[in-house]
């Protein structure tokens, strides 16, 4: 069985930066761990992804120079640092595990999920 559990979320000013968490419990080792986003109306898109072991990370296009997927393995918690927020970037954030081994920014490849949590970004 697969946890996760992101907190971090909140209102900040357009230019500002928030750290996301996402702390893991059960099998995550060799999988790819993802940060989605959706905002109203919106479908759910990709953010980033990190391998749980090795090295990799993948971004959107959108996100790219401003925000961080990092990961510490003696934590189980995958961050995302966001920075020069946006408020395009407003929508609820949720991170995922993978059934792949590999980077994937394929949401049908994300078996378990979050509950999500809310980040506004006020202009």
């Known amino acids: 069985q697969v946890q996760l559990v992101e907190s971090g979320g909140g209102l900040v000013q357009a230019g500002g930066s928030l750290r996301l968490s996402c702390a893991a419990s059960?099998?995550?080792?060799?999988?790819?761990i993802g940060w989605f986003r959706q905002a109203p109306g919106k479908e759910r898109e990709f953010v980033a992804a990190?391998?749980?072991?090795?090295?990799?990370?993948r971004y959107a296009d959108s996100v790219k120079g401003r925000f961080t997927i990092s990961r510490d393995n003696a934590k189980n918690t995958v961050y995302l640092q966001m920075n020069s927020l946006k408020p395009e970037d407003t929508a609820v954030y949720y991170c995922?595990?993978?059934?792949?081994?590999?980077?994937?920014?394929?949401?049908?490849?994300?078996?378990?999920w979050g509950q999500g949590t809310q980040v506004t970004v006020s202009s």
């Open positions: 990190i391998l749980w072991t090795g090295d990799g990370t």
């Open positions: 995922a595990r993978a059934v792949t081994n590999f980077i994937t920014f394929d949401l049908k490849l994300y078996a378990f």
């Open positions: 059960g099998r995550t080792f060799s999988s790819s």
